[in-house]
């Protein structure tokens, strides 16, 4: 064997790159669809004694559920049940604790948001009386010392109620999803608000050192509960907030949620899952407010919504998405029409915004929504779109509308003289109309932008321009694939 290999730090490197998916800003290793990592790493802890450590720490980083541990303790001690539940067969002693610790220590992630598409049932899972006992045992015991980032998803509502005997100091990273779970029987429901209070009150007194928190409220609640303000109010080293719930009305305590939030210092990056057409304005940067953010993204209500917040949020932002709720049409829904100049007026904050020189970063995602045909006094879509010009340092682009298939050669050449820096243009359409921009358009493009690396956008490819229009374009992400 190498003597490479005899360094853990090397091991682990490459273990970890049997994982489909990394997520940055701290956040550990999640797992993909491709469970065959699980079984690799497993093998590759029996392999040797130089790989036991590493294959280790890497297999149990990321625990879905507490059944595989729960499994590690004495086979006499637990029983698997009907509806994917293990339960215990009796009291626990002090002698059951050794290979359970030996594994939780390890393990700095619980739950995940989703089941692999590939796995025909739910997980096996620990049931209620396994979590009292484990919550209830004396002394008590830390019983994952190393937990990061704790993800309240899981496939019933057992674990809610217990969460608090796993949570800890170093937890950095919190999910609390309130949205549709699994019941005892595997059935749909909605979590009580009392559950979710006593939630959000174990996180702030047992885990103040949140710097990430995302929130998705039960369907049912239509306004912030007080609990989760409390919630806030402690959470002095918040950076990330994402709120991914739909609140309709206009109440005090709604007021209070965005005044928390400004005063945040430490906040840079805020997603709102809804922010409606009844006072945008609330969301602004007067009084000091948002004094670092640095990435805003939301779902609109309409156009005119994301004009208002981008026109009030005056904040050095490096990244902005936006999307309406046109993104999400009911089935049936009557087809929703505005006019160009609406997306026109949505931008043009841009065009005195203090985030010109810092923003890196746009998406804007209204794909189903139906512009009406422009008339004398309307601008075109490329005359709409123009006011993304005035930001030079754009490196990633995403737009989705309909109207992108109304930009031109013109259009593009003027993007590549805008964006010097731009390496991602992305302009999605799903109409069947014809494109009207060609590759001529596309070589001028690659001309301004030499570090262009992805280019999504429907072109008309019946007219050529001569070979050296493409190839002389200086570009090695793209030169290729075009000869």
């Known amino acids: 064997m190498h003597a490479c290999l005899l360094i853990s730090e090397i091991l682990s ?15 550990l290793m999640q797992f993909g669809e491709d469970l065959d990592a699980e079984q690799a790493l497993s093998r590759l802890a ?26 590690c303790m004495p086979r006499d001690l637990w029983t698997e049940v009907l509806a994917h539940r293990l339960t215990f067969k009796r009291a626990l002693r002090e002698t059951d604790w050794e290979r359970f610790d030996f594994y939780a220590r390890r393990i700095k992630q619980i739950g995940e948001s989703y089941l692999p598409s590939d796995e025909p049932y739910l997980p096996l899972e620990p049931s209620e009386d396994v979590f009292i006992a484990l919550a209830t045992y ?44 699994h019941d005892e029987d595997g059935n749909y429901t909605s979590i009580s608000i009392s559950v979710v209070d006593a939630l959000y009150s174990a996180v702030s007194r047992l885990s103040p050192n949140i710097t990430s928190l995302s929130v998705s409220f039960p369907w049912h609640i239509l306004t912030i509960d007080p609990m989760f303000l409390g919630l806030l109010r402690h959470l002095r080293h918040l950076r990330v907030l994402t709120c991914g719930s739909e609140f309709l009305t206009d109440s005090p305590c709604d007021e209070e949620f965005l005044q928390i939030i400004g005063n945040l210092y430490s906040l840079e990056h805020l997603v709102m899952g809804w922010i409606s057409a009844l006072n945008p304005s609330r969301y602004h940067t007067r009084n000091g407010r948002f004094p670092n953010l640095s990435k805003l993204g939301f779902v609109a209500e309409d156009l005119s919504v994301m004009g ?112 010097p820096s731009l390496q991602e243009l992305k302009l999605w359409s799903q109409t069947r109309h014809d494109p009207k921009a060609t590759f001529g358009g596309l070589s001028s493009l690659l001309r301004g932008c030499p570090q262009l690396r992805e280019f999504v956008m429907r072109i008309d490819a019946r007219i050529l321009p001569t070979p050296p229009g493409i190839l002389d374009v200086k570009n090695r992400w793209i030169q290729d694939r075009l000869t």
């Open 308 to 419: 208002v917040v981008l026109q009030s949020m005056q904040c050095r932002l490096v990244e902005f998405s936006a999307k309406t709720q046109n993104e999400f049409p009911e089935y049936g829904a009557e087809e929703v029409v505005a006019p160009l100049s609406l997306l026109q007026q949505s931008l043009l904050p841009l065009s005195q915004h203090v985030c010109r020189q810092t923003l890196l970063s746009f998406e804007l995602h209204a794909e189903f929504l139906q512009f009406s045909p422009p008339t004398m006094n309307d601008p075109s879509a490329g005359d709409a779109l123009r006011p993304l010009f005035d930001c030079p340092n754009l490196r990633r682009i995403s737009i989705r509308l309909e109207c992108a298939i109304d930009l031109d050669d013109a259009w593009l050449a003027d993007a590549g003289k805008a964006w």
């Open 13 to 27: 490197n490459i273990f970890e790159q049997l994982f489909t998916k990394v997520s940055g800003n701290d956040v």
């Open 138 to 181: 004396r002394p008590v015991r830390v019983f994952l010392p190393q937990l990061r980032v704790v993800h309240c998803t899981p496939w019933s509502t057992v674990m809610y109620k217990y969460i608090q005997a796993f949570l800890g100091p170093n937890v950095a990273h919190v999910t609390i999803n309130g949205e549709d779970i």
């Open 46 to 71: 029996v392999t040797c004694r130089t790989f036991t450590e590493p294959a280790l720490n890497v297999l149990w980083r990321v625990q879905r559920v507490f059944a595989p541990l729960i499994r």
